[in-house]
């Protein structure tokens, strides 16, 4: 009877004996998929890397050599991942750090082939960076089944598209409909409907390199990860664009005890989603080369600088003798791994020990991220470069909640505030203020003018962001944030206005609310910041004496304003990192504490500003002197170049720990004085704090007629006239 399938067609003619031959082994195959991935029957194509833009594309150059799927030793350990996950039942869930010559990438496809082919109404993914690396990808599979002889006789893949590979056929015993795996790029948008109608194997490839990793987490939370028996396979080398691949793999891998499933000092907490793999180059035996001929291992050994002593005897050695490996063995194993790292990098090292390789590297922290000794070493120079540790961002991103109000707040009214409820406001409060201990303090990093995309003459010209935070200085939380692209002016009165409210109280009925004279520290920049503080504190009447204003050098050493402030002096902002790194550490290992007076710590509640600290890492300079502090990709106009939410929260340390901690009378201190001594007058331009004191000061002894404080951004030049009092 023929059959009405619009996939049905004819058998191609087969002999006898090669049909029941094809029969017997996919009957083994129907009954195990795994069984087609270690039978050697699987057929690969040599010759494809992944570049540094993340694309999975053949090597320029190279043969396209077939060859059987023999598996390798860190494909063996792969193999063994979805078994040992369901004897405990756990998640098939991998996180994957892989260097060169893993092969994770031809394991994962030929999981996602197998179990496609088998079985029918199974639908797999691939996803990657680009398009064309999952079509590359996808293009392992096409190889396993064009490679797949005689099976191909009786399977079909009717439909001729780059971006899906459909299994059909109704012959007796090859029964499969309805199956297929499917290629897509690594957009959240596009993985929603891809895994919406119910993927149950997906490999996601060259992870490092996604440009919304987040949001393609829940949507793998809301997707996949809740079919029972479905498989998540990420991997990626670690020199890709997005940190968040370095502090997901780090999170995972420092929970499990630093190990491998495999490894006897392997523990990982019960509600673990998923599970660190990682690969170190010397414990895949392919990786070793032997001396030359008449070189002795003695002189070898004394080749070796500080950082292979400290590899050789104090990692690769004890690893081989936790295996059980003799110490002559192991000694042995380990001058082939230093030869075969020695064989990469022939400009950095003394030749005449090993043969150099065709392909060799200049730059020996590319050689550490492809070739690995260990998880740190892999991302050194890349995603492990954050200011703060991995765990402490990752619980920071856990204490983030919703705003509890999202809007506008302008100045007027009968308040002198207005709220305007809005979704994609520019304020966002976190927790009333009058449900705070009232102990509040607030910080800002003005914008720095007009920037653009590519340059001044960019028609796409934007505005850094002005950036405040505001902080309960009892209990360390962030209660309120106000983020604006808006011009100086504007910002001046959002920021006064937001002081008001967060003066604010609740009426004793509960129904209204009103502001008390409760004037909390406000801290910000010099540079940027002199028409807010201007505004704030000349137009509107702010007390200076709780505005705290970055100060040059010269101005701190004056005194006169009984300011403290870091300069611009790369030395001194790192100063106030370290400020910032302690109070954000202490709100981690303090996290199950109450708050109290005086503690060190931060609690974040904004995404913005989680992810910002997520991405603020350290560049350390060519020269070898002082690092740079800033977003990892500081000039580009993507949401994760900005570190002005985290600059602000620096300000807010570093003035809490040198101001406030140690027990400055700020609440009782008095406007800073005007000598009567003509001589201890400060001469050349003043800074803007010394300005605003000076001004004040004249105007309250009657010297000056009015404030007439410059609200430009140069500071101004006294005459002796109008210093005179």
């Not at 619980?395 to 409820?421: M, N, V, Y």
């Not at 050493?557 to 030395?571: H, V």
């Not at 910032?580 to 290992?589: A, R, V």
């Amino acid at each position: 009877m023929t059959s009405k399938n619009p996939y049905s067609f004819p058998l191609p003619p087969v002999s006898e004996q090669l049909e029941r031959t094809a029969r017997a082994f996919w009957a083994r195959v129907k009954a195990d998929p795994d069984y087609l991935i270690t039978s050697g029957e699987l057929k690969i194509i040599s010759g494809y890397e992944v570049n540094d833009k993340g694309e999975f594309k053949r090597k320029t150059g190279s043969g396209g050599l077939i060859s059987p799927l023999n598996l390798t030793w860190p494909q063996q350990q792969l193999h063994r991942f979805p078994k040992w996950c369901r004897e405990r039942n756990l998640p098939v869930s991998a996180i994957t750090l892989k260097g060169r010559r893993v092969g994770a990438s031809s394991y994962v496809q030929a999981r996602l082939f197998s179990s496609a082919i088998a079985h029918s109404g199974v639908k797999n993914a691939v996803v990657a960076n680009l398009d064309e690396s999952a079509q590359n990808l996808l293009r392992m599979s096409r190889t396993y089944f064009s490679q797949l002889t005689p099976i191909n006789r009786f399977i079909s893949t009717p439909e001729n598209s780059t971006k899906r590979l459909l299994f059909h056929s109704d012959a007796p015993g090859f029964e499969v409909f309805d199956s297929a795996i499917v290629s897509s790029t690594a957009s959240p948008e596009g993985l929603e409907r891809l895994l919406g109608s119910g993927t149950l194997r997906i490999h996601l490839s060259e992870a490092a390199f996604y440009s919304d990793p987040e949001k393609i987490e829940l949507v793998l939370a809301a997707t996949i990860m809740r079919i029972p028996g479905a498989e998540v396979w990420k991997e990626s080398a670690s020199n890709g664009e997005n940190n968040h691949y370095g502090l997901e793999f780090m999170s995972a891998w420092k929970k499990q005890n630093d190990s491998n499933f495999w490894d006897d000092s392997f523990h990982q907490p019960s509600d673990a989603s998923t599970t660190a793999i990682f690969f170190s180059f010397f414990a895949d035996p392919q990786n070793r080369v032997k001396l030359l001929p008449g070189v002795h291992v003695s002189d070898f050994l004394d080749s070796f600088d500080e950082y292979e002593k400290d590899l050789f005897f104090n990692v690769i050695i004890p690893y081989y003798l936790k295996q059980g490996w003799t110490r002559q063995m192991a000694e042995d194993a380990a001058v082939e791994n230093m030869g075969f790292r020695r064989s990469f990098l022939p400009k950095h090292y003394p030749g005449g020990f090993v043969t150099a390789q065709q392909m060799t590297y200049t730059d020996a922290r590319r050689f550490k991220a492809e070739f690995p000794a260990s998880p740190e070493e892999a991302f050194e120079g890349t995603g492990l470069r954050t200011v703060l540790p991995a765990e402490v961002l990752r619980w920071i991103k856990d204490t983030c909640r919703e705003p509890i109000f999202e809007g506008f707040l302008q100045e007027g009214g009968a308040k002198g505030f207005s709220l305007t409820e809005s979704d994609g406001g520019d304020v966002r409060i976190f927790k009333w203020p009058w449900e705070t201990s009232g102990n509040l303090s607030m910080s800002l990093d003005p914008n720095e003018g007009i920037e653009g995309e590519a340059g001044t003459t960019s028609d796409n010209l934007k505005r850094d962001f002005s950036y405040a935070v505001v902080f309960d200085d009892e209990s360390g939380e962030q209660v309120a944030e106000l983020v604006s692209q808006a011009d100086d002016t504007s910002v001046a009165r959002k920021v006064y206005a937001l002081l008001l409210f967060m003066a604010s109280v609740k009426s004793l009925e509960g129904s209204s609310y009103k502001v008390e004279d409760r004037r909390f520290p406000f801290f910000t920049q010099e540079q940027a910041g002199p028409r807010i503080v201007n505004y704030v504190v000349k137009e509107r009447g702010y007390p200076l004496e709780r505005v705290y204003v970055d100060s040059s050098m010269r101005s701190t050493d004056m005194r006169q304003q009984r300011r403290l402030g870091w300069t611009s002096t790369p030395a001194s902002k790192a100063e106030a990192i370290k400020a910032f790194k302690e109070y954000m550490i202490n709100g981690f290992t303090t996290r199950h504490e109450d708050g109290r007076a005086g503690v060190k710590r931060r609690i974040i509640r904004s995404r913005r500003l989680a992810e910002q600290m997520s991405w603020f890492v350290v560049k350390p300079s060519p020269s070898g002197g002082h690092s740079k502090y800033q977003a990892l990709d500081k000039g580009n106009w993507s949401a994760q170049s900005k570190d002005d939410g985290v600059m602000a929260t620096v300000i807010d340390c570093w003035a809490q720990e040198y101001r406030l901690a140690q027990g400055d009378p700020m609440f009782n201190m008095e406007a800073p004085e005007v000598p009567d001594d003509l001589d201890a007058l400060p001469t050349g331009p003043l800074s803007t704090t010394e300005a605003i004191a000076l001004e004040r000061r004249m105007y309250q002894k009657g010297t000056l007629s009015s404030l007439k404080l410059d609200t430009a951004y140069e500071s101004r030049q006294y005459s002796q006239e109008e210093i005179q009092l």
